[in-house]
């Protein structure tokens, strides 16, 4: 597995700004990706970041709202532009390793609370 | 487009029993994987075990195990002498195979289920 950290654990920001969250790996990745986590809810995948290359968006979400950047193999911000409250979630950060087709391992998450 | 069911929102078990969780998914492909992944109260999601759809045998990690019916499309966890540790939120997943046409690396997640471990 990897060991993967997210800055900042949790934040309370005002509508209208933007929040930018960092995930950092122990390691050289070849995939990192980007899931919502609404309250109570599953996990829905916002987009794969790509080194080197814009990130691959899933549908209904886009680029002016969620720019992401991964600059690196082991590093990748998401940054939340314009809030309102319904973007109050969780967000965390996954990698895949390539050790196992397949398998992803989680950060631990940012909580953001937009009021 | 896959989807994964998880139709128990809770369930409760007693230390030391075994308690198994559901999990049903819909697709029509035939190469993918599937996963159940934990995640307590810290909000870490935790990778619990991993099956392989071309595998026939269920995969086992320690206490963990599946029940995996490919042509029924049902994937259950089993957990074996529960542990107060054990209680989190456990969420069935779903990826493409490398091989399925238009695959990603994209998880599919269920809902959810949250399992309380009572001493």
């Known amino acids: 597995s990897a060991v993967i950290s997210q800055k900042p654990s949790r934040d309370i920001c005002q509508r209208g700004t933007s929040l930018t969250i960092q995930c950092q790996v122990d390691?050289?990745?070849?995939?990192m990706f980007w899931y919502r986590q609404q309250p109570g809810q599953s996990l829905t995948l916002i987009a794969t970041?790509?080194?080197?290359?814009?990130?691959?968006?899933e549908s209904g979400f886009v680029i002016d709202k969620f720019p992401i950047s991964r600059p690196n193999l082991t590093f990748s911000t998401l940054t939340v532009s314009n809030m309102s409250p319904e973007d109050s979630s969780i967000y965390l950060c996954?990698?895949?390793?390539?050790?196992?087709?397949?398998?992803?391992?989680f950060g631990p998450g940012t909580r953001l609370t937009v009021t | 487009a896959q989807t994964v069911t998880q139709s128990q929102p809770e369930m409760s078990v007693q230390e030391a029993e075994t308690v198994t969780l559901s999990c049903t998914y819909d697709?029509?492909?035939?190469?993918?994987?599937l996963f159940w992944y934990k995640q307590p109260p810290s909000r870490q999601m935790i990778l619990v075990i991993r099956?392989?759809?071309?595998?026939?045998q269920n995969a086992t990690e320690n206490r963990f195990s599946v029940n995996f019916q490919k042509a029924a499309k049902s994937f259950s966890l089993k957990i074996s002498d529960s542990q107060l540790g054990d209680a989190a939120m456990y969420f069935c997943?779903?990826?493409?195979?490398?091989?399925?046409?238009?695959?990603?690396?994209?998880?599919?997640f269920g809902k959810g289920m949250k399992l309380t471990v009572n001493p």
């Open positions: 390691s050289q990745v070849t995939m």
């Open positions: 997943a779903y990826r493409s195979g490398e091989f399925s046409p238009g695959g990603s690396e994209k998880l599919v």
């Open positions: 099956q392989e759809a071309y595998k026939q």
């Open positions: 996954s990698v895949r390793t390539g050790m196992k087709v397949g398998e992803q391992y």
């Open positions: 697709t029509s492909e035939s190469d993918y994987y």
């Open positions: 970041a790509n080194q080197g290359s814009e990130a691959t968006y």
